[in-house]
């Protein structure tokens, strides 16, 4: 018989890693966490939003089959609390009729005691909600076991109209399960929300979130608990699952959190880091893939994604492979061959000048009398991407494609070729963050890193000048303007959506800032083809960031799109990439 709460209470929090559409397994999850909360003489046990579905489930959610296999799951958990153990507050999506909510219910006593649908469905950013779930009315509390509790579902305590009905409709406790996805610095910002709807009702606030990598999301998890007078009574680790126990008492100006884990946050750098190392492990293991291939060419991106890889999966679940050409250089394969070392992977050498030449000849007869460009350049890098794609269709690992933001952002990687590969850890990373992250590595490393300790990046790959090596002499600012000052303009640009003249007013020049937005442009329709990645910034490309690729707009005072082929060629290595003019 479940026993009712007077004076104390003892809840546990369920910080832990959904697969969408893994009904059971989710289910299965929820049943180990409510045992191991059991045997801590928790009440209550809570999950994050939409746990038995994961998140987030995106159109899947329309499927009625799947609503059914979610309100299935639930009604099996519901009969289980008949035990007298914790009741359970967990979330799925609820179909009533047409409409389908995104919905976080009570169980308790062998049956569905109450359900809570969301009221303020996000729409902006990395968000759809509004496409597939319909908003609830304004809730009240739910009565567990005596006590009231509000549970307003993630984004509803983003604004003050949902916490403010609970607490004039006699809430005590507000329990918030989270969706949220990370982006550097989110903690201060959920903080900052979570401490505005304390000060504003004055009841204690338990935020917890999941943790898991999702396609290009990464949940980070770092749930905490506030009091009632706005104290940090709680807080729970970042980029890790664990079942936290919290426990409570009745005092005179309500209930308070009196013991809880007091766990330290990643920050910054070290933060992006873990988050990349997350989002990689799990696409690569939800999907189901015995380990990754990629090219290690002696460079930075490629040393730093070796790097993720192996804290992700292991050494032995990596496999590098150098492919070298007549331009590149022995240092570099004196460095990609360091940096395998250094890592513990598989390593191979498979030269392409073969497969290059043979396809030179056999376009020779249609080439004649054309001098060599960015054409047989780019045939180097598509010679690599078909080698990496064959020895993933051979053996069975993804491939993991190496491009930075920078690069992502003006077009300077080619299509079939370095942007072959199922996944890129850096996808969201600026070139100086490149750097930044390589060097954090090699005197850091993650908690839960599988990776060795030391420097497994070598020092002259990070001191080096970076270059695509795909002709004699050739470095990246032969084509791009210095990294620190073209990843400024990209963050105004990208990140901020500033005009061209208000990066013009912070001293950069105009003719540069107005090329570099013109590159932009033109490598949108590459961006839809490359592979996902892990978002850490405010603003990624994809789910974030939505332009047409057929787009004539440019910042008044930018030269106009021209079918022009000089145009076309300021693209660097990969213009010859860029749609017909």
Sequence with gaps: MATRIDDTFTLALAQLDPTVGDVDGNAAKVRRARAEAARAGADLVMFPELFLAGYPPEDLVLKPAFQEACRAACEALARETEDGGPAVLVGLPWAEGADVYNAFALLDGGRIEAVRFKVDLPNYGVFDEKRVFKAGPMPGPVNVRGLRVGVPICEDIWTDAVVECLCETGGEILLVPNGSPYWRDKNDTRLNIAVARVAECGLPLVYLNQVCGQDELVFDGASFVLNGDSSLAASMPAFREEVAITRWAREAGGWRCVEGPRAVWEEGDEADYAACVLGLRHYVEKNRFPGVVLGLSGGIDSALCA??????????????????????????????????????????????GAGVEAIEATLAPMFEGRAPDVTEENLQSRVRGSILMSISNKFGPMVVTTGNKSEMSVGYCTLYGDMNGGFNPIKDLYKTQVYRLCELRNRW????????????????????????????NQTDQDSLPPYDVLDAILVGLVEKEERVSDIVARGYDLDTVKRVERLLYLAEYKRRQSAPGVKVTSRNFGRDRRYPIVNRFRDPGSPALLPDASLVRASGRTAADSVDF
């Design 445 to 472: 490393r993650p908690a839960d890193a599988l990776g060795p300790e030391g420097v497994v990046i070598p020092t002259d790959i990070i001191t080096r000048a970076p270059s695509a090596e795909l002709r004699e």
């Design 307 to 352: 790097a993720m890889a192996v804290d992700a999966l292991g050494p032995d679940r990596v496999h590098c492979v150098m492919l070298p050409y007549r331009y590149t250089a022995q240092r570099s394969l004196d460095d990609a061959k360091a940096c395998a070392d250094a890592l513990g992977v598989r390593y191979d050498v498979v030269p392409i």
